[in-house]
T-cell receptor, first 114, second 112 residues
Framework: NAGVTQTPKFRVLKTGQSMTLLCAQDMNHEYMYWYRQDPGMGLRLIHYSVGEGTTAKGEVPDGYNVSRLKKQNFLLGLESAAPSQTSVYFCASRALRTENTEAFFGQGTRLTVV | GENVEQHPSTLSVQEGDSAVIKCTYS??????FPWYKQELGKRPQLIID?????GEKKDQRIAVTLNKTAKHFSLHITETQPEDSAVYFC???????????FGGGTRVLVKP
């Protein structure tokens, strides 16, 4: 049981390049999230998904796109990377229950855009 | 949407002393308040959570209190140890809500 796994762990991009971050969870969770973590800014929600085939915008969605074609995977895309997207990206997942449940995080992806 | 404010942003305490972190939230419909701990270079992990039907919850050296009227909640760490050094995040969510909104984080340093 690996939990939540992110790929890659590190990446350096040039301004204007594109890339996709992959998040995979093996806990059969319905909810999945992408957050970015910047110094002093906490964890800010980029996009999230409440189930296969559905996505929604979070607090800071501009410049990012997402897809959830399979329940276990949640992809985050950067079409044209900018230096402002330099950050640590965390994926998380939660189970759907009648009460709130714990969010499990991936190990993070450190992205640098030069 | 929900807004969560967290204070202080940094906290330095002597080993054995207590540490207190406070959070306020804006959405009166929020009823789930977890706390996550993030060690250097690691992922955030849940350490304790509280729901709105209780005012306090304790787990060994950590406790969380909730004041729904004032819309604030706090994390208390007693008898701090060097391994408590980390960044702590509070968060809030509505009932069975699909979004989890985090505060800005508190960097805690426990000095031996």
């Amino acid at each position: 049981n690996a939990g939540v796994t992110q790929t890659p762990k590190f990446r350096v991009l040039k301004t204007g390049q594109s890339m996709t971050l992959l998040c995979a969870q093996d806990m059969n969770h319905e909810y999945m999230y992408w957050y970015r973590q910047d110094p002093g800014m906490g964890l800010r929600l980029i996009h999230y998904s409440v189930g296969e085939g559905t996505t929604a915008k979070g607090e800071v969605p501009d410049g990012y796109n997402v897809s959830r074609l399979k329940k276990q995977n949640f992809l985050l895309g950067l079409e044209s990377a900018a230096p402002s997207q330099t950050s640590v990206y965390f994926c998380a997942s939660r189970a759907l229950r009648t009460e709130n449940t714990e969010a499990f995080f991936g190990q993070g992806t450190r992205l640098t855009v030069v | 949407g929900e807004n969560v404010e967290q204070h202080p942003s940094t906290l330095s305490v002597q080993e054995g002393d207590s540490a207190v972190i406070k959070c306020t939230y804006s959405d009166s419909a929020s009823n789930y308040f977890p706390w996550y701990k993030q060690e250097l270079g690691k992922r955030p992990q849940l350490i304790i959570d509280i729901r709105s039907n209780v005012g306090e919850k304790k787990d060994q050296r950590i406790a969380v209190t909730l004041n729904k009227t004032a819309k604030h909640f706090s994390l208390h760490i007693t008898e701090t140890q060097p391994e408590d050094s980390a960044v702590y995040f509070c968060a809030a969510s509505r009932a069975a809500g699909n979004k989890l909104t985090f505060g800005g984080g508190t960097r805690v340093l426990v000095k031996p």
